[in-house]
């Protein structure tokens, strides 16, 4: 199932050469959904740390998905082009309940002005009942950071961006990769913790 980010967080056209390509595809084995990400290079400043896991990565150059549950329950997806990922539970808008979660199998790539990137993302990692989903790119630095969506919001309705605006994101047939009715044990014990 293939997605392409082709405007702003407002609604907003960007050039071509701006567009982000998605993927997502059910894994052999069924041991997860495999995510793959085309996306321009911008160049922006490397995190100063290993690739892998790096919280607060939505500050640098990165592709985010967004995946809905019953309850508010979503997960994050946030992957940089210097191999720096980030994988957050959220139960209600952005309030994290657990957050750097392991990816075994993420690789990120830059290949001349673009880059790609493509992980396995656990089963268990997603709330019960995917039903609803977004993406979102961002890149550039200070005043000319530009944050880019695949279903924005209404152009001038709001002044500043805000990824979390779960009533923006879309319907999924999730079902096409795998069911989500039960909630998993990593779901459980983050929600029983908070």
């Not at 982000?20 to 595809?25: A, K, M, Q, R």
């Not at 549950?69 to 946030?78: A, I, S, T």
Request: hydrophobic share 35%; with cysteine.
């Amino acid at each position: 199932m293939g997605f392409c980010i082709s405007t702003l967080w407002n609604g907003v056209a960007i050039e071509e050469s701006d567009k982000v390509e998605l993927s997502l595809s059910k894994c052999e084995h069924n041991e997860g959904l495999a995510i793959e990400i085309d996306a321009p290079f911008y160049n922006n400043a490397k995190p100063n740390a290993e690739s892998g896991v790096l919280m607060g990565l939505w500050d640098y150059e990165v592709v985010e998905a967004f995946f809905l549950g019953e309850n508010n329950r979503y997960l994050e997806l946030e992957f940089g082009p210097f191999g720096h990922y980030l994988v957050l539970l959220l139960n209600g808008s952005r309030n994290i309940i657990s957050h750097s979660l392991n990816l075994n199998d993420c690789k990120a790539k830059i290949d001349g002005k673009r880059w790609k990137a493509n992980a396995v993302i656990p089963n268990d990692y997603f709330p019960k009942n995917v039903r609803k989903f977004n993406a979102y790119a961002i890149h550039n630095e200070g005043s000319e950071r530009k944050y880019l969506a695949l279903y924005p919001t209404p152009e001038n309705k709001f002044e500043d961006p805000d990824f979390h605006r779960l009533e923006y994101f879309r319907e999924i047939n999730f079902k096409l990769f795998f069911n989500t009715n039960q909630e998993s044990d990593i779901w459980k014990r983050a929600v029983n913790k908070t």
